[in-house]
């Protein structure tokens, strides 16, 4: 069975400073991978994703993410955060072995100081 | 012009009773999906349904029902609600069922059994 484990549950950051969200993934073969952002009261967004190629994926708000196979792990980045980063993130893992069903991490939530 | 809808927002309601939540999407997609949000924020799938067939049925107690009379809406109704059943239901849609395709999330519905 997949699984993902976003080990952060907290993360507070300075805005202007770079932040970086981790995120590991338990699946036998490549998975599909997913990064979304939940604003306070809202849906889940979809920041970017990645099925196969460039390893380097970048999504939309100036986030992109890294897709490492050897460490089983698709970390998020951004180089300088703003104030309206501030937000849930999570991860998600997907397969078509297992019905093209998303399963999800617990979340990061991300604090942005002054 | 919002791309999917839930009504309502919040709902708050006593033990036993049966309500539902209403989903709507005007993207014109073929694949609808009902996913519990629960305190910790961890996100489940429950449902799917793809050109208003059932498609992912997750271990969901049959106190709750999915019913889709079109591609654009995808309802739930839960009888004889229990304390457990508190959580954030959110409504997403998908072009079709691939994980190549983004999944637009509700806004979501807050759930409060008391």
């Known amino acids: 069975a997949q699984s993902v484990t976003q080990p952060d549950i907290h993360i507070t950051v300075s805005e202007g400073a770079s932040l970086e969200l981790r995120c590991n993934y338990s699946?036998?073969?490549?998975?599909?991978l997913f990064w979304y952002v939940q604003s306070p009261g809202q849906g889940l967004q979809l920041l970017l994703k990645y099925f196969s190629g460039d390893t380097l994926v970048q999504g939309i708000k100036g986030f992109e993410a890294e897709f490492k196979r050897s460490q089983s792990s698709f970390n998020l980045r951004k180089p300088s955060v703003h104030w309206s980063d501030a937000a849930e993130y999570f991860c998600a893992v997907g397969a078509k072995a297992a019905g093209n069903k998303l399963t999800f991490g617990g979340g990061t939530r991300v604090l942005v100081k002054p | 012009d919002t791309a999917v809808s839930q009504t309502p927002k919040y709902l708050v309601t006593q033990m036993g009773n049966d309500k539902s939540i209403k989903c709507e999407q005007n993207?014109?997609?073929?694949?609808m999906y009902w996913y519990k949000q629960d305190s910790k924020k961890f996100l489940k799938i429950m449902f799917s349904y793809n050109n208003k067939e059932l498609i992912i049925n997750e271990t969901v107690p049959n106190r709750f029902s999915p019913k889709s009379p079109d591609k654009a809406h995808l309802n739930l109704h839960i009888n004889s609600l229990e304390l457990g059943d508190s959580a954030v239901y959110f409504c997403?849609?998908?072009?079709?069922?691939?994980?190549?395709?983004?999944?637009?999330f509700g806004p979501g519905t807050r759930l409060l059994v008391l």
């Open positions: 997403a849609s998908s072009q079709d069922f691939s994980l190549e395709e983004t999944q637009y």
């Open positions: 993207l014109g997609h073929d694949t």
């Open positions: 699946y036998g073969a490549t998975p599909y």
